[in-house]
């Protein structure tokens, strides 16, 4: 796999992951799958498998353990992917988690049908898309609303927020922190930044970082 597996195995590492055996076959598998299914479902602009496993794979594997130390571990908990495009961080989530039930939602019906494809696949029965639009969603709250370059933060919390349960939270996936976007959350909406952590992706010579929205109460 031109060692691909082994630079899969080392980011692993540098984020602190231990992969099992069947973790590892399903992520390189998803990865077959993203730049074999590309042509069809139009998934990524990305065209190797270095790139897709540093900027795909690495990315979303990054956020793992930030969503860990949210609850207690082998806690049962609901995740909703927005956007979630080919199923990133929704579908390598899943992977990673078995006790994490994950919804990816896309307003693309051909990449929600990818990753329905890719669940049947690798046979996670934890995960499963939808074909809509945030707006029009209509579900029980869930603990994470995460999105991976989805939108402004104040766009991401106007959609996403009132899928968020009362003790859940916004994550959004960032290239960097943008102050503007910070200003307009706290004008149009009534989330806030509860605290920004810079992520490290292994192998990727880029500014990362995780945000996490909370609601605030109206007095």
């Known amino acids: 796999m031109d060692g691909i597996l082994e630079r899969l195995e080392l980011g692993a590492n540098a984020l602190g992951l231990e992969l099992s055996e069947q973790q590892k076959h399903h992520l390189?598998?998803?990865?077959?799958?993203?730049?074999?299914?590309?042509?069809?479902?139009?998934?990524?602009?990305?065209?190797t498998k270095q790139q897709v496993l540093v900027h795909h794979i690495l990315d979303s594997l990054s956020v793992v353990k930030p969503i860990r130390q949210l609850f207690e571990l082998d806690q049962t908990i609901r995740i909703l992917d927005v956007g979630s495009g080919?199923?990133?961080?929704?579908?390598?989530?899943?992977?990673?988690?078995?006790?994490?039930?994950?919804?990816?939602?896309?307003?693309?019906?051909?990449?929600?049908?990818?990753?329905?494809?890719?669940?049947?696949?690798?046979?996670?029965?934890?995960?499963?898309?939808?074909?809509?639009?945030?707006?029009?969603?209509?579900?029980?709250?869930?603990?994470?609303?995460?999105?991976?370059?989805?939108a402004s933060l104040a766009d991401f919390a106007n959609l996403a927020g009132k899928h968020v349960a009362p003790h859940g939270v916004l994550l959004a996936m960032k290239g960097h922190y943008l102050e503007e976007e910070v200003q307009e959350l706290r004008e149009k909406t009534s989330w806030r930044i509860e605290k920004c952590i810079p992520i490290t992706v292994p192998q990727l010579e880029a500014e990362r970082c995780l945000i996490y929205l909370r609601h605030v109460k109206e007095d």
Do not use: Q
């Not at 598998?29 to 065209?47: C, P, R, S, V």
């Not at 961080?89 to 929600?112: F, R, S, Y």
């Not at 934890?126 to 969603?137: G, P």
């Open 28 to 47: 390189m598998e998803y990865m077959e799958l993203l730049l074999k299914w590309n042509k069809t479902y139009n998934l990524t602009a990305l065209k």
């Open 86 to 150: 080919g199923g990133l961080p929704g579908v390598v989530l899943a992977i990673m988690n078995p006790t994490w039930l994950i919804e990816c939602i896309d307003a693309v019906e051909k990449k929600t049908s990818f990753i329905t494809m890719v669940a049947g696949i690798l046979k996670l029965p934890n995960l499963k898309s939808n074909h809509i639009r945030i707006e029009n969603y209509d579900i029980e709250p869930v603990d994470i609303v995460i999105s991976r370059a989805f």
